[in-house]
């Protein structure tokens, strides 16, 4: 079966510190990759989304990048976390072929 | 480019009572649109969805009719439950991209 997963669930980091959250997905080959981020109270903003190993696309500019190392993991990145950075992460994949996105469960990210 | 437009929340209700959650789009071409569903701490998952004019998605009590004269997409349910309590987004997908367009989300509370 196709799945995808997402961790941690939960994470509190000090301001400065390192980021790496991992998205993977299973029963599938090449798949569209995709980070979103959804602050507080508000709607989804897209980060950086991936067609295919090392290809990435950023749509925000910011303190955050990504990398594609496998065909099926898709990873989020900082070297130095923000306060701004806190929010709700969510990967999502959009099957080939298919009318609509399967997200992960997402990561709290809580910058301290 | 394109664009989705979803009514403010957070939309607050009885149990029992019907419920309409507006959503209009603009786009290029004939785009694919959805509803997603986001439970408390927990990723998106996809409601239901419509790829054609007049096509009518159905799910979980849910339905929401694709409009091409009107360019919308209202989600509707007869008779919410407490479980209901959750965020909605209307999202669309173009004919050739696989960058959805969400809109904001509307929250919506349904009290005992």
């Known amino acids: 079966s196709q799945t995808i997963h997402q961790w941690p669930a939960t994470l509190v980091q000090p301001v400065g510190s390192p980021l790496s959250l991992e998205c993977t997905v299973e029963?599938?080959?090449?798949?569209?990759l995709y980070w979103y981020r959804q602050a507080a109270g508000r709607g989804l903003q897209l980060l950086f989304y991936?067609?295919?190993?090392?290809?990435i696309s950023s749509e925000v500019p910011q303190n955050l990048s990504a990398s594609r190392p496998q065909d099926r993991q898709f990873i989020l990145s900082s070297k130095k976390l923000l306060l701004s950075d806190s929010g709700f992460y969510l990967c999502?994949?959009?099957?080939?072929?298919?009318?609509?996105?399967?997200f992960g469960s997402g990561t709290r990210l809580t910058v301290v | 480019g394109d664009s989705v437009t979803q009514m403010e929340g957070p939309v607050t209700l009885s149990e029992e009572a019907f419920l309409t959650i507006n959503c209009t789009y603009t786009?290029?071409?004939?785009?694919?649109l959805f509803w997603y569903v986001q439970y408390p701490g927990e990723g998106l998952q996809l409601l239901l969805k419509?790829?054609?004019?007049?096509d009518k998605g159905s799910n979980k009590g849910f339905e929401a009719t694709y409009r091409k004269e009107t360019t919308s997409f209202h989600l509707e349910k007869g008779s919410v439950q407490v479980s209901d309590s959750a965020v909605y987004f209307c999202?669309?997908?173009?004919?050739?991209?696989?960058?959805?367009?969400f809109g904001r989300g509307t929250s919506l509370i349904v009290h005992p």
């Open positions: 419509a790829t054609k004019a007049d």
């Open positions: 991936s067609v295919g190993i090392g290809q």
């Open positions: 029963g599938t080959s090449n798949p569209n």
């Open positions: 999202a669309l997908l173009g004919g050739g991209s696989y960058i959805p367009t």
């Open positions: 999502a994949w959009l099957p080939q072929g298919a009318w609509g996105y399967t």
């Open positions: 786009a290029t071409g004939y785009p694919s």
